[in-house]
C-alpha cells in the first residue's frame, strides 16, 4: 500500500491555484464579473445572395444608443455595448 504525505494530498494544480486567485482578486476589489461578449446588434448581409442571412454586428452608432436610452459612448461602453464610432445614422 502506497502511503501519500500531507504535502502531496494538498498539492494543487496550476488551474486550480489560478482559479483561486483570480476570483479572490474580484471578491477583494469588488470587480464585477462582466459577460464574455459584448452586445452586438444583429444585421443583415449587403448582397442578394446573402440578405436572408443574419449576423452580428461591429456595433451600435451614437445615434442608436441615444434612441436605446444610453447617453455617451464610454459608459456604454462600461456596460458591456460595443460602439461603432465610424459610422452615423443616415436619417
Not at 489560478?18 to 477583494?28: A, L
Not at 445572395?49 to 449576423?55: E, P, V
Not at 451614437?62 to 445614422?89: F, P, Q, T
Amino acid at each position: 500500500m502506497l502511503v501519500r504525505s500531507t504535502s502531496q494530498k494538498e498539492k494543487k494544480t496550476t488551474k486550480q491555484r489560478k482559479k483561486k486567485t483570480i476570483i479572490s482578486t474580484k471578491v477583494k476589489f469588488h470587480i464585477n464579473i462582466s459577460p464574455t461578449h459584448h452586445l452586438r446588434p444583429v444585421v443583415r448581409g449587403q448582397t442578394n445572395r446573402y440578405n436572408m442571412k443574419q449576423k452580428l454586428g461591429r456595433g451600435f452608432t451614437k445615434k442608436e444608443l441615444v434612441l436605446g436610452g444610453v447617453h455617451g459612448v464610454n459608459y456604454a461602453r462600461s456596460l458591456g455595448i460595443a460602439v461603432d464610432l465610424r459610422y452615423e445614422n443616415k436619417r
